[in-house]
């Protein structure tokens, strides 16, 4: 089956960068979309980013445009996300998601991602 693991989370001061990491197996990014996800104490989980193979299309939530950058290692199925200038309100467990048959209108709805993975803690403060 599809596993999903991310990694590269932890403690960063406000206006620094991190890298997380999401490393498949069972599954081919050159194929489906790969999805970024966030979820804050007490708040709903939210969209990051996202690529869809068919297209090599990047999508970006409005906080995220500008600051962070999604990419892949197409021979090894990993995506990555780059975070930089970050901030306080970027706090929060980050999930990688993936899934099949999905269209660009319905890249931003987690639901529409059938695997996921166990989430990395990103935590921005002084």
């Known amino acids: 089956q599809v596993q999903l693991a991310e990694s590269g989370g932890g403690l960063v001061q406000p206006g620094g960068s991190l890298r997380l990491s999401c490393a498949a197996s069972g599954a081919t990014f050159r194929r489906g979309a790969v999805g970024w996800f966030r979820q804050a104490p007490g708040k709903e989980r939210e969209f990051v980013s996202a690529?869809?193979?068919?297209?090599?299309?990047?999508h970006y939530a409005e906080f995220a445009k500008g600051r962070f950058t999604l990419s892949r290692n197409n021979a090894r199925d990993t995506a990555y996300l780059q975070m930089n200038s970050l901030k306080p309100e970027d706090t929060a467990v980050y999930y990688c998601?993936?899934?099949?048959?999905?269209?660009?209108?319905?890249?931003?709805?987690?639901?529409?991602?059938?695997?996921w993975g166990q989430g990395t803690q990103v935590t921005v403060s002084s």
């Open positions: 690529f869809k193979a068919s297209d090599a299309s990047t």
């Open positions: 998601s993936y899934g099949t048959g999905l269209i660009t209108s319905t890249l931003r709805n987690g639901a529409a991602y059938t695997y």
